[in-house]
């Protein structure tokens, strides 16, 4: 009878940043004291601004769930916020992980903005999000089937081999309510094995409404296969900690409703530790590579800029919540604080792609489906290029002529390379990228276009061409 409120949650992003400069103090322990009050506010008010011009139709308010000291400097604090959407919001109105924290990363790194509080902008990470978090809302009819197996070790095994005579005896249910030591069911999540979750478009398979049941012939003839591809995939790049693939999901493509799009699980030993386990742009990366490259052969095509995360050991925090997981990955997301990022922005122009105003919305399935195209392909190259220095790849927008895109590229700032590094970096790119083209006298970084590059060397190289084409006609 209590589940009724659970029918009007509001979609929850909980998001965890570090507060650059702000010392945590013993008052932040207690909600109630002026000192947190007062922090709240600066915060609650600076979330706002951020996302509501982000999310005009969509976003609902901010809320701050908790401060707390930063783990590895505990003088410093760390907030954890709720970014809080609408209730009648549809799921495909809402923005992904990577939106979510992208518009707070670009907002507090843009020296333009003056807001109540600094973030560090490499802590923010996305612990909680209604597309990985399960856990969001556990009012809903749970505790009324929990209660009865709970509150049964209570009164001895009897009353729950006659529930309908010991019912009115042991009607407090009410009362053993707060026993319910749900958490006593966590042994089973201690043998859990690290999954990612991926998605992915199956080129030239066509949904057929037998891919609905999952006992069908035809479900398990493609099941058969993917397993297949994927093992083969994955067995070879990480032979030690590897276990096996999974299919979760046969479904339409939502933007291509004749196509089948299947959510694959990658799942990892138990026994591999966290430290062990590829990052997320790893795993979407070897897959990528795999299918992109002509001389393999798989059971089924798969096409690459469709590939996608979306869950993994390092967001889902509803793969282990009763562990001290968060404990060990926290430190990982709050390491990258030590070290100086610099941004350098991108922008290039596709000649043979046609623009539509689709790719000004980056909720549309366009601009997702688009960006996702761009990031798998182009985050490789640049890990290739820049392997001791590059960090992460970003799609800022989409804009008119033909479609010229901007990119945000970070990389350490101690050894990032040169705009014409990158800009040549693009260049070489252009042959081998698939889906969309780059024309490399477009190419601009941080606004200085790289045409002038080339166009310096041509000054210098045609003399000396002039040169060699005299002395051989005199050599004749």
């Known amino acids: 009878m209590t589940e009724a409120p659970t029918t009007a949650a509001s979609p929850t992003f909980v998001v965890t940043a570090a507060l ?36 005009p139709n969509t976003f609902s308010h901010c809320k701050v ?6 783990e590895v400097r505990a003088t410093e604090t760390e907030a954890e916020l709720a970014v809080v959407f609408d209730s009648t919001t549809a799921t495909a109105d809402l923005p992904q992980n990577s939106e979510v924290t992208q518009v707070l990363v670009e907002a507090v790194t843009n020296t333009s903005n003056n807001f109540d509080v600094s973030i560090t902008p490499a802590s923010v990470t996305i612990i ?19 209660a009865p197996t709970t509150a049964a070790p209570t009164t001895a095994a009897p009353t729950t081999e006659a529930p309908t005579t010991a019912s009115p005896t042991t009607a407090a249910p009410t009362t053993a309510a707060p026993t319910t030591a749900a958490p006593m069911t966590e042994a089973p999540t201690t043998a ?16 057929i409404d037998a891919y609905n049941n999952n006992t069908s012939p035809e479900y398990k003839r493609l099941e058969t ?11 070879p790049r990480f032979p030690n900690t590897f276990s096996h693939c999974k299919v ?52 089924v095509s798969i096409t690459p800029a469709s590939v996608t995360i979306i869950s993994s050991p390092f967001l889902d925090t509803t793969v282990a919540p009763t562990t001290a997981a968060p404990t060990t990955a926290r430190p ?11 941004t350098k922005r991108v922008t290039f122009r596709s000649v ?87 024309e490399g006298s477009s190419i601009g970084v941080n606004g200085i276009s790289s045409s002038g590059v080339r166009h310096k060397i041509s000054l210098v190289t045609a003399p000396c061409l002039l040169l060699l084409s005299w002395l051989l006609l005199n050599q004749q």
């Open 20 to 55: 650059s400069g702000e010392t945590f103090i013993d008052a932040y322990n207690n909600n109630t004291s002026p000192e947190y009050k007062r922090l709240e506010t600066k915060l609650i008010s600076t979330c706002s601004k951020i996302y509501k011009p982000r999310f």
């Open 65 to 70: 769930k908790k401060l707390r000291p930063v």
């Open 128 to 146: 909680s999000s209604p597309f990985l978090d399960t856990t969001a809302a556990p009012t809903t009819a749970a505790p009324a089937t929990a």
């Open 192 to 207: 859990a094995s690290p999954t990612f979750v991926v998605t992915a478009a199956l080129s030239g398979e066509t949904f």
């Open 225 to 235: 296969k993917l397993i297949s591809t994927c093992s083969k995939i994955y067995k």
């Open 248 to 299: 979760k999901k046969l479904r339409p493509v939502e933007v291509r409703a004749t196509e089948t799009e299947a959510e694959l699980a990658v799942v990892f030993d138990s026994t591999t530790a966290t430290a062990d386990l590829p990052q997320n742009s790893e795993v979407t990366q070897v897959l990528v590579e795999a299918v992109t490259n002509t001389s393999n052969n798989f059971d």
């Open 332 to 342: 990982a997301t709050a390491a990258p604080t030590t070290i100086a990022l610099i």
């Open 352 to 438: 043979q792609d046609t623009f539509t105003n689709e790719l000004l919305n980056p909720s549309s399935a366009a601009y997702k489906a688009r960006a996702t195209m761009i990031n798998t392909q182009l985050t490789p190259v640049f890990k290739r290029e820049f392997p001791s220095s590059f960090k992460s790849l970003d799609v800022v927008s989409f804009s008119n002529g033909s479609i010229i895109t901007i990119i945000d590229l970070s990389f350490e700032s101690t050894s990032a390379p040169t705009s014409t590094q990158i800009a040549n970096a693009l260049i070489n790119a252009a042959s081998t990228v698939l889906g969309f083209d780059i």
